[in-house]
């Protein structure tokens, strides 16, 4: 039997999620979680950035407005295999859900890849619309089995004040 024909589990998809479980769970082994999510938030940012330009560039827009930025977000995860969804949104504040990682399985015990999700979602919301601070309530990668995400959009609101989570703001 030649290797072409051998029943394994390998192609292009799979192969990436389990290199970025490794590197993560490399970082995560070597310097803790805490700093291998640090070094996930600039991939992360780096991403936020180029996914922002494309959507702008796309639709044609300078900057996006709320609803905008929440269907951006719906879509680019719908894109790479999630399935985040709008529970709300408003002025002060986007909610998602999400039943379905972009890492599959491979996320399971890597709480470091959800700033890919934080960074993503804090950059585009922080570059059209002012500010963001990104909470992640719950995520799969913690083994919660669904992932509740918010973005408050107004820095002196009480309840952004006191959650928990990721500032970001707009570059000028």
């Given at each position: 039997m030649k290797a072409s024909e051998a029943n394994v589990p390998l192609e292009r998809d799979l192969f990436l999620r389990s290199l970025l479980r490794e590197l993560s769970g490399v970082l995560q082994d070597i310097v803790g979680v805490e700093q291998a999510s640090g070094y996930i938030s600039i991939v992360g940012q780096n991403m936020g950035d180029w996914i922002n330009q494309e959507?702008?560039?796309?639709?044609?827009?300078?900057?996006?407005?709320?609803?905008?930025?929440?269907?951006?977000?719906n879509d680019l995860k719908a894109r790479i295999n999630g399935?985040?969804?709008a529970v709300s949104?408003?002025?002060?504040?986007?909610?998602?859900?999400?039943?379905?990682?972009?890492?599959?399985?491979?996320?399971?015990?890597?709480?470091?890849?959800?700033?890919?999700?934080?960074?993503?979602?804090?950059?585009?919301?922080?570059?059209n619309l002012g500010y963001a601070k990104v909470c992640l309530h719950k995520t799969i990668a913690n083994g919660d089995g669904e992932c509740s995400v918010t973005v408050y959009l107004d820095p002196d609101n009480s309840e952004t004040i006191a959650d928990q989570g990721n500032e970001y703001f707009r570059a000028e």
């Open positions: 959507y702008r560039r796309a639709l044609n827009c300078p900057t996006l407005n709320r609803e905008q930025v929440t269907d951006v977000m399935t985040f969804y949104q408003n002025d002060e504040k986007l909610v998602f859900g999400n039943t379905r990682c972009p890492f599959e399985d491979k996320v399971a015990g890597r709480p470091s890849l959800c700033m890919m999700t934080s960074n993503v979602f804090g950059t585009i919301a922080a570059e």
